[in-house]
């Protein structure tokens, strides 16, 4: 199979992607988050062809990206004391970087939800994303469109390096706006829990229900909540600051910092914001460690940041990079 790379720009690109996710096939699109690997969610062998492309595990459940909010009726079925929170939520952050996970409906197959009995669901904030759900007029799931484990692609070069010939088309939209993968929250009765860390915070969330954190280890729901993930093949440390890390001698290392850092010793700096802002450090994060990881280092020795808003959301992805380095 040829892969080609169209520019949503181009006149024709919508059109294109929608004709492909009609014949079933898994394409390439843009979200506000990362790139993600699309289908016709209610179409099972369409839907397999994300597995097969991903080399993803079968139990690993996929995000469905909704047309409008009114899918949810027909696709979820959450407990009657939890829709009123349901509702704030997805008044509040959608379209946007938030998923819900909820009781499913028996429209989501067993291969969407892998076997669960709920439902991961969002909607889309990127234009280009949503006019193709949107002419589509069916949801789609979508992962991030990296193969398992891997790190999630930001630009559309990336999933090319990650898909190439496994998917007929990418539509480029761009660098991504956040550079990380959606907030995923599982609504209990009168709190919420975070399954995963992203661009809407603790913080944020805390305004409408009590916040938990999931119990990470003791049961991981969500394959992105395995301890080793987001990995990079190059090993990886995490370090209080850099300019403090003892580098073994003859050791080429890759420095991923956090604000502005000029020591050498390293081979090479990414740099994830010269201002240390946080959003700015998320939206270049993968991409930082996409480019390191490409040099053939020893070793890639990343920057903690500060633990709080979108910088919990950076630190887990940081540590399950460092979990299994090389892995
Ligand atoms: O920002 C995003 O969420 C991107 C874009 C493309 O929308 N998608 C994304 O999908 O990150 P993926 O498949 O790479 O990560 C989704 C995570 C996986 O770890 C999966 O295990 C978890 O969501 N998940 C999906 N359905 C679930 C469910 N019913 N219960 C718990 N976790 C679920
Ligand atoms: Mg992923």
């Avoid at 789609?140 to 898909?163: C, D, K, M, Q, W």
């Avoid at 209990?188 to 999931?214: Q, Y």
Wanted: charged share 20%; hydrophobic share 45%.
């Amino acid at each position: 199979m040829t892969t080609e790379v169209v520019s949503a720009e181009e006149q024709s690109a919508i059109d294109r992607a929608v004709a492909a996710l009609q014949a079933g096939e898994a394409i390439g699109l843009p979200t506000e988050t990362v790139y993600g690997l699309a289908a016709d969610a209610l179409n099972t062998d369409a839907v397999l062809k994300i597995f097969e492309a991903k080399e993803r595990p079968r139990f690993d459940p996929l995000i469905v990206h909704l047309p409008d909010a009114g899918w949810l009726d027909r696709l979820t079925d959450p407990s009657p004391v939890s829709k009123t929170l349901i509702a704030s939520l997805t008044s509040s952050f959608w379209p946007g970087p938030l998923t819900l996970v909820l009781p499913r409906q028996a429209a989501v197959s067993d291969i969407v939800a892998a076997g669960l009995g709920t439902v991961a669901v969002r909607m889309s904030a990127h234009p280009v994303f949503q006019r193709v759900v949107e002419s589509f007029g069916r949801p789609l799931a979508a992962p991030s469109a990296n193969r398992f484990g891997r790190i999630s692609p930001t630009t559309a070069e990336h999933v090319r390096s990650e898909l190439d010939g496994r998917v007929p088309l990418i539509v480029d939209g761009g660098p991504t706006l956040h550079g990380l993968e959606s907030t995923i929250v599982a609504v209990r009765a009168g709190h919420i829990e975070i399954l995963r860390h992203g661009p809407v915070t603790a913080e944020e969330l805390g305004a409408f229900a009590d916040v938990r954190p999931a119990q990470l280890f003791a049961h991981p729901e969500a394959p992105g909540q395995l301890a080793s993930h987001y990995a990079p093949r190059t090993p990886l440390v995490l370090c209080t600051k850099l300019s403090d890390f003892a580098l073994p001698a003859g050791t080429r290392a890759g420095a991923l910092a956090f604000g502005p850092f000029t020591r050498t010793g390293f081979t090479e700096v990414r740099t994830l914001s010269p201002d240390s802002d946080l959003r700015e450090a998320a939206a270049n994060l993968f991409r930082g460690l996409r480019e390191l990881d490409q040099l053939e280092l020893d070793l890639i020795v990343a920057e903690e940041v500060p633990e709080t808003g979108l910088g919990r959301a950076i630190m887990d992805r940081l540590r399950r990079a460092a979990a299994l380095g090389g892995g």
